[in-house]
């Protein structure tokens, strides 16, 4: 865990390279030369219409452009629905001995298919920390979503989770959730999509208590390669309890995966956990910087 000063620092200072990056603007180069920067709009076989920062709402024809964002206009194009696999697997670990014994393993891993108009995706983490030869703290979650595209870029989600979270005094907890979302880009250089709804949470504490009520949520899932190899990523969402709206809990996260080999990335993480209303004798915040390796296939 980071210093809370440097944590808060970093976390801003991380959190505003993730807006700088979200808010510069693309790149189209010509096949003269010429560079536009703005952003894509639609894309078809033959045109694209390109919102240039100078000139607005351009027409381009399609052999006339060279790269955008340093990708053909093929690697560019939205994907059309179709079956589809991808996923990742992610592990971090520390081990000190000496004057401070310690040792931390974080495990995470996505697989996210698609099938027509349907997109699964499920979700796998845990989590061990021990300090000084004390039993280990685990934190563990399992999740899964189906998002259904009743457009091309609007789908319906419903999803569940189940875990647990010894560092915040949750024994066990499930979720189970619906939104509605829009997934407003998805190509090989940048993808974002962003959901609202309501999700049932139900929390059995450590003191043998519970915790159980409905929420609405706002989620948003960023990714922008930068330098046509790093990718820079970022998650998060808010809860916030509809009969107590000072029962809020934020979680977030911010990274950079810089390519090693083919499929295999250094990451470099922040997560970010913020809950007003803790258990007993708990502190609101948690922040961890973890530096690991990526697989994604």
């Known amino acids: 865990m980071l210093p809370k000063r440097l944590s808060h620092n970093f976390l801003f200072s991380a959190l505003g390279l993730a807006l700088s990056a979200m808010a510069s603007a693309d790149q189209l180069v010509l096949t003269n030369g010429d560079t536009l920067s703005g952003e894509l709009q639609e894309q078809t076989d033959t045109y694209v219409i390109w919102q240039s920062d100078n000139f607005g709402a351009l027409k381009i024809a399609a052999k006339r452009i060279a790269t955008i964002n340093g990708l053909s206009l093929n690697a560019n194009k939205a994907p059309v629905f179709r079956n589809t696999y991808k996923g990742g697997l992610s592990f971090t670990g520390g081990f000190a001995s000496g004057n401070q014994k310690r040792e931390d393993w974080d495990l995470e891993s996505n697989v996210e298919w698609r099938e027509g108009d349907f997109r699964h995706s499920s979700d796998v983490n845990f989590e061990s920390h021990s300090l000084a030869g004390s039993e280990p703290k685990e934190e563990f979650a399992l999740g899964h979503s189906v998002d259904w595209f009743f457009q091309e870029k609007w789908y319906l989600s419903n999803g569940v989770a189940w875990g647990g979270d010894d560092d915040r005094s949750v024994d066990h907890f499930y979720s189970v959730g619906s939104a509605i979302g829009r997934q407003f880009w998805d190509t090989p250089a940048k993808s974002l999509s962003a959901e609202t709804g309501l999700v049932w949470i139900s929390e059995s504490l450590n003191d043998q208590t519970k915790d159980q ?67 007993d004798g708990k502190k609101p915040t948690d922040t961890q910087l973890s530096i690991g390796v990526n697989y994604g296939w």
Not at 232 to 241: D, E, P, Q, R, W
Not at 250 to 258: E, H
Request: hydrophobic share 45%.
């Open 213 to 279: 009520r409905l929420t609405w949520s706002w989620a948003a899932d960023y990714r922008r390669n930068l330098m046509h190899r790093m990718e820079l990523f970022h998650t998060h969402k808010v809860l916030i309890a509809l009969t107590d709206f000072e029962d809020t809990e934020l979680r977030a996260n911010l990274g950079l995966r810089v390519p090693v080999v083919e499929n295999l990335f250094t990451e470099i993480k922040l997560e970010w956990i913020f809950d007003n209303q803790p258990a």
